[in-house]
Nanobody, 122 residues
Framework: QGQLVESGGGSVQAGGSLRLSCEAS????????MGWFRQAPGKEREFVAA????????DYADSVKGRFTISRDNAKNTVYLQMNSLKPEDTAVYYC???????????????WGQGTQVTVSS
């Protein structure tokens, strides 16, 4: 059984940056697409970014394009989310997930981490 563990969350002022990491253990996720989702209080979980198993294909939500960058290091079984120019509306719990393809639907991902809190103050 695989496990995904997120880290790197925290509190930052608007305009700042954070780098989230998601480390996989218990199985190799090198053949899986990896995604990042987020859920703000009182809102549904939403797609943020995803990357193919090779790293050659990525997809981003319109709200984060040009500010966030997803990447992966399969040798380290880790996926990253570099978040720049953060805004208060980026405040949420961020989850990483593993699935077979780069898709935006939550149902497309089988394995999920527990999440890491990101808080952006104005």
């Amino acid at each position: 059984q695989g496990q995904l563990v997120e880290s790197g969350g925290g509190s930052v002022q608007a305009g700042g940056s954070l780098r989230l990491s998601c480390e996989a253990s218990g199985r190799t996720f090198g053949a899986y697409a990896m995604g990042w989702f987020r859920q703000a209080p009182g809102k549904e979980r939403e797609f943020v970014a995803a990357i193919s198993w090779s790293g050659s294909s990525t997809d981003y939500a319109d709200s984060v394009k040009g500010r966030f960058t997803i990447s992966r290091d399969n040798a380290k079984n880790t996926v990253y989310l570099q978040m720049n120019s953060l805004k208060p509306e980026d405040t949420a719990v961020y989850y990483c997930a593993a699935g077979r393809q780069v898709v935006v639907e939550i149902s497309g991902y089988r394995y999920w981490g527990q999440g890491t809190q990101v808080t952006v103050s104005s």
